[in-house]
């Protein structure tokens, strides 16, 4: 079977999970329902009932503007974490507690937080300014504890306007005690597109790309065009399709600052229509540019453990080892039924965790920025060979290619079958013409979190059926939770949602509070593609 038909037939049931009636409809009754504090007792009672080990990791993370090394002679004026990007990566156990202070030490004005993307912790830790903390004003502290207590591969982040396209982020690793995995040695690999301190800054590229596309119709569905499929029962599968339309992007002119509009033809068939809002000038592995990338030295016939994680901001990631077979164990954090593949495509915000035994030499691992036409890489070395160019492209980029939505949560994981309380439709809108990205027709208020909620109480199965009438995809990241994709999917808390088309999710309602659900991509997020899902009081 030749490597398209292979694909094919892996990415025919890319989105089935979408296609049930729904169970209970509600859309939120407004601000008038009395919301959980997340402060108060409910969430303190929710913290209480974690398993803690006692032991405390204590850490100051300073948030400071730095002129950063990306290798190749790259050397942009950025913010980041103590004066490194990625930053320095964080590691405990589970049931320890984090305690991290915060140190706010960027430009007059400029407030800032750390969201801990991925992990069920209480709510008045998760990060967000204003619905869960006061923002960290510049010049002052904010400390964050809370008990870490599900194992698995995250990262922190900024979660004020478009700062995670800044150089502030870092992997936090939750080691398991009990690891069933067997290996030799672990590589986190941190992919990121870069545009700060080189063709402007993400605040300018921001003002840039709400401009939309000026007079030029380019499609916006803000309308109904989705359709809903067939009934599939409660638990259902995912749903996928093609919908290609052009890609704008923000690039560099000849002074190297300014930004301007461009066609790019940016399209994917991995993830239906336009890749991306903006051209990048570098993408990243590790902080580090292609041509002079990261190296991971080891021995042939060793067996590693990958740990992958999408910092970008409008870049999904299609991700090969040369000559290398991937064997994929988790993704976002909890494990799936093992899979072997050639590639995945990694949205943002997604990590996915992989088994690979080396072999003997040289061999590239690519980050091919999905329909972009560019790539991040790094190296792995464990013996004699040439180095490969910047640019190499390895045959696995086209084989066997896996998403989320092929993988299966291993048994212990999977959720227990439940009758669906509420139902939620969360239709994604907008468009490039005037970059109205919404929720539900309604760009999200940072000034008025608490407007328009996504109610849920607890103790409840909760069902989102994600319905997307955009012409784009969006990684959809469910703070404070995990949900299931569909009946059997893996466990997660970003998800790829192809353009006109419907993804199912479901979770339990266990973490009390509010809690922010958005598309990962920092530029639709903040243009309005987020609301609060809010426990009722």
Same mark, same amino acid.
């Given at each position: ?253 000849? !002074? =190297? $600052?300014? /930004? ?5 033809? +940016?399209?994917? &068939?991995?993830?239906?229509?336009? @890749? ?121 980029? !086209? =084989? $066997?290619? /896996? ?5 299966? +949560?291993?048994? &212990?994981?999977?959720?227990?079958? @439940? ?119």
């Amino acid at each position: 079977m030749n490597s398209m038909n292979r694909r094919s037939l892996l990415f025919t049931g890319l989105g089935a999970a979408g296609a049930g009636a729904l169970a209970a409809c509600s859309s939120g009754s407004g601000s008038s329902t009395a919301l959980v504090n997340p402060s108060g007792s409910a969430v303190a009672a929710s913290e209480k009932k974690r398993t803690s080990t006692g032991r405390q990791q204590k850490l100051t993370l300073t948030a400071a503007p730095a002129v950063i090394d990306l290798g190749g002679g790259v050397m942009p004026k950025t913010w980041a974490f103590d004066g490194r990007t990625p930053g320095k990566e964080v590691r405990l156990s589970v049931g320890d507690t984090l305690v991290a202070e915060l140190s706010n030490q960027l430009p007059d004005k400029t407030t800032t937080s750390i969201h801990w993307h991925g992990l069920s912790l209480r709510n008045d830790m998760d990060g967000v300014p204003p619905a869960t903390q006061t923002a960290v004003r510049a010049g002052s502290t904010f400390s964050y504890r809370f008990i870490a207590d599900a194992p698995g591969t995250y990262f922190f982040h900024p979660h004020v306007g478009v700062q995670l396209d800044r150089g502030l982020y870092a992997p936090l690793i939750v080691e398991d005690p009990k690891e069933p995995l067997t290996y030799d040695d672990e590589w986190v690999i941190v992919l990121d597109d870069w545009v700060d301190g080189v063709t402007g800054t993400p605040d300018e590229v921001f003002a840039e790309v709400r401009q939309g596309m000026g007079g030029m119709d380019m499609g916006s569905s803000s309308g109904s065009g989705s359709s809903d499929g067939h009934d599939m029962g409660d638990m259902d599968g995912m749903d996928m399709g093609d919908s290609a339309s052009p890609s704008v992007s923000a690039s560099a002119s000849s !002074d =190297g $600052m300014s /930004m301007k509009f461009m066609l790019m033809g +940016a399209e994917s &068939d991995l993830l239906g229509g336009d @890749a991306g809002d903006v051209k990048y000038p570098y993408h990243l592995i590790n902080g580090r540019v292609p041509a002079d990338p990261d190296v991971y030295t080891g021995k042939p016939r060793e067996k590693v453990r990958l740990r992958i994680v999408n910092a970008g901001s409008d870049t999904a990631y299609r991700v090969a080892l040369g000559d290398h077979k991937l064997t994929i164990t988790h993704t976002d954090g909890f494990p799936v039924r093992h899979q072997e593949v050639d590639a995945l495509l990694v949205g943002m915000g997604e990590r996915y965790d992989v088994l690979v035994t080396l072999g003997d030499g040289v061999f590239p691992l690519v980050a091919l920025a999905e329909g972009k036409d560019t790539n991040g890489l790094a190296l792995v070395r464990t013996g004699s060979g040439s180095t490969p160019s910047a640019s190499v492209r390895p045959k696995e980029l !086209d =084989g $066997m290619i /896996m998403t989320a939505s092929q993988l299966r +949560a291993a048994d &212990d994981v999977r959720l227990k079958s @439940a009758r669906t309380d509420v139902t939620h439709q969360i239709k994604l809108t907008g468009g490039m013409h005037g970059y109205n990205w919404a929720i539900n027709g309604k760009p999200f208020d940072m000034s008025d979190p608490e407007a328009n909620p996504i109610l849920l109480e607890e103790g409840q199965r909760a069902r989102l059926d994600f319905v997307n009438d955009t012409d784009m995809w969006h990684p959809m990241h469910l703070h404070g939770h995990t949900y299931q994709l569909g009946g059997s999917g893996p466990r997660k808390d970003t998800a790829i949602v192809l353009p006109k088309k419907k993804l199912s999710v479901f979770f339990d309602a266990d973490n009390p509070g509010q809690w922010m659900l958005h598309c990962h991509n920092a530029y639709h997020g903040e243009a309005g593609m987020m609301a609060n899902v809010a426990y009722q009081a």
